[in-house]
């Protein structure tokens, strides 16, 4: 099994404030791995290591390494931009742009020098298609894509990341604002998504986790407690803290 991005003792201070203990995780290619834990533990503070999403907020400092395909991401001669093609993200809140459905997908190739315009409009469909939206939209491709529900919103966004051809995708409690129906369409995408990209989500939501992750990390107060195949780590955990947080005693 390939190991596509690595995590070697990544520590993460928010000013004085550590977050970020030491931290060691594989992400493993064509698997879905999930990072649970109780409120404030830093699993999104880890995930947005993954593209470097927190060198947008001052004052924050990271030592240790994170690689993708064996490459340190926070090497100085990275491009930022060109890492967030690779590793792309999709959100919490769904955060379709106010233009049209076309022009959210194109979006992202048009700033990566696609123009061709049959060029474009292939990769809206293969896009849309892929991420099962195709037939919900395929009429409506030049409405406001603000006019989608929820759940077709947050298709759209996960349509958008896969339109400059990721090869990660880090998803940040993709459905915490979505029907339980919508939901279930998003792990059924993940679980059809991860033959072809690596995926890594944050979820509050344990049977999530165990319902489509093959690996899981369990984190508390800035550590890693546990790291295993998600069976194991549902069905006999290492750790007293982990069976503690899954068996639902606290968090
Ligand atoms: N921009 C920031 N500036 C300062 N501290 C922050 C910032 N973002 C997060 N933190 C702090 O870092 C710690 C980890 O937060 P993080 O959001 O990573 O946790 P989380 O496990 O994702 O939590 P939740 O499940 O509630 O989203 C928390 O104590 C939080 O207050």
């Known amino acids: 099994m390939n190991i596509k991005m690595d995590s070697k003792n990544v520590n993460l ?5 550590q977050a970020l203990n030491n931290i060691n995780l594989p992400v493993y290619e064509n698997k879905i791995t999930a990072l649970i834990g109780p409120s404030g533990c830093g699993k999104s503070t880890f995930l947005r290591c993954l593209n470097r999403m927190n060198d947008l907020i001052t004052n924050v400092k990271i030592t240790g390494q994170i690689t993708l395909d064996g490459k340190n991401i926070y090497e100085k001669d990275v491009d930022v931009v060109e890492l967030r093609k690779r590793v792309g993200m999709v959100f919490q809140k769904p955060n379709p742009f106010p233009m049209t459905i076309y022009e959210n997908i194109a979006y992202g190739p048009k700033i990566h020098g696609i123009s061709d315009k049959k060029t474009l409009d292939e990769i809206v469909e293969w896009a849309l298609k892929k991420s099962a939206l195709w037939d919900d939209v395929k009429d409506d491709l030049k409405k406001s894509a603000l006019k989608l529900s929820g759940g077709q919103q947050q298709r759209l966004c996960i349509a958008r990341t896969i339109a400059v051809k990721p090869d990660v995708i880090l998803m940040d409690e993709p459905c915490s604002a979505l029907d339980p129906i919508s939901t279930l369409k998003i792990e059924d995408l993940m679980v059809e998504l991860k ?3 690596s995926i890594v989500i944050v979820t509050h939501n344990l049977q ?9 990390g369990f984190f508390m107060l800035g550590d ?28």
């Open 13 to 17: 201070w928010y000013s004085e404030k």
């Open 195 to 197: 033959k072809e990209y």
């Open 208 to 216: 999530q986790a165990s319902r489509v992750s093959d690996y899981t």
């Open 224 to 251: 890693l407690i546990e790291f295993n195949s998600t069976d194991k780590l549902f069905v006999e955990p290492k750790e007293k803290k982990t069976e503690d947080y899954i068996s639902g005693r606290f968090g």
